[in-house]
């Protein structure tokens, strides 16, 4: 991940609850003078979603290099300064870890050409429905082509599941069952966590992409973005009711 988070001086309520929850804080650094990143999320009941942003203590995240964390073995540039996401992007490249590019709400601060530059950095990228099309507008290639350029590509789909494109081929990720729909802010972060920890554990794509399912719908269930929980056993039933194996 991003080797240290800039944050404000109004963290002190948040760092306590990464406290309770065992997050380590070893690479967060407090600017003083500022406040931490701001997201507002407006959804309507087709959830569609508009996003206002403040970047905060965000603007600062290129001072921070990827050296300056022991021991990363995997990484990800997701939205963030722009400055900070294009020299994050370079380091981890330089240093041969593997990461994946996340452009998310970010993409607009990028051209065509700085986008095809992150893509050609990055070890896999992945994309919502729309972010995809965007990226396709802007650089001027499909979907196909952009894949080529990476070990994989993934492309969420909301309540359609998603799609990894990988060594020219397709895969159909299903999406998993859910109890309720009751907010769908922060479900791409919880497939991305999906992602990771196959990644970080050698798993197929197959497998991969529907421990990232999963965990998008344990998050949509949820109101606010960090409410849910499971366990292992709790997980594994799920995964098994959905896709008729265990996983973790």
Not at 138 to 143: D, H, I, Q, V
Not at 179 to 189: E, H, I, K, R, W
Request: glycine letters at 10%; a negative charge.
């Amino acid at each position: 991940m991003c080797p240290s988070w800039y944050v404000g001086n109004d963290f002190a309520q948040y760092a306590e609850w990464m406290d309770q929850c065992g997050i380590p804080r070893k690479y967060l650094k407090v600017i003083e003078d500022t406040y931490t990143g701001q997201a507002f999320i407006t959804t309507d009941m087709d959830d569609n979603q508009i996003t206002a942003f403040h970047p905060g203590a965000m603007s600062q995240s290129h001072e921070v290099q990827v050296r300056d964390a022991d021991e990363v073995s995997i990484g990800i540039v997701s939205p963030d300064g722009r400055d900070g996401m294009i020299q994050h992007a370079q380091q981890f490249a330089a240093a041969g870890i593997p990461f994946i590019f996340d452009p998310g709400q970010g993409m607009p601060m990028f051209n065509g050409d700085e986008l095809m530059q992150f893509v050609d950095l990055a070890t896999w990228v992945t994309l919502n429905d729309y972010e995809a099309q965007l990226l396709q507008e802007r650089t001027g290639r499909e979907l196909d082509d952009l894949a080529n350029e990476v070990e994989a590509l993934i492309v969420t789909l909301g309540a359609e599941g998603s799609r990894i494109y990988q060594d020219n081929t397709r895969i159909d990720i299903p999406p998993a069952k859910v109890d309720a729909v009751n907010d769908p802010t922060g479900c791409g972060d919880a497939y991305r966590a999906g992602l990771l920890y196959g990644l970080e554990n050698g798993l197929d794509w197959e497998t991969t992409g529907r421990i990232a399912a999963l965990m998008g719908a344990i998050k949509i269930e949820q109101h606010g973005t960090q409410n849910h929980r499971f366990t292992k056993d709790e997980f594994n039933k799920r995964y098994q009711d959905n896709f008729g194996a265990t996983v973790l």
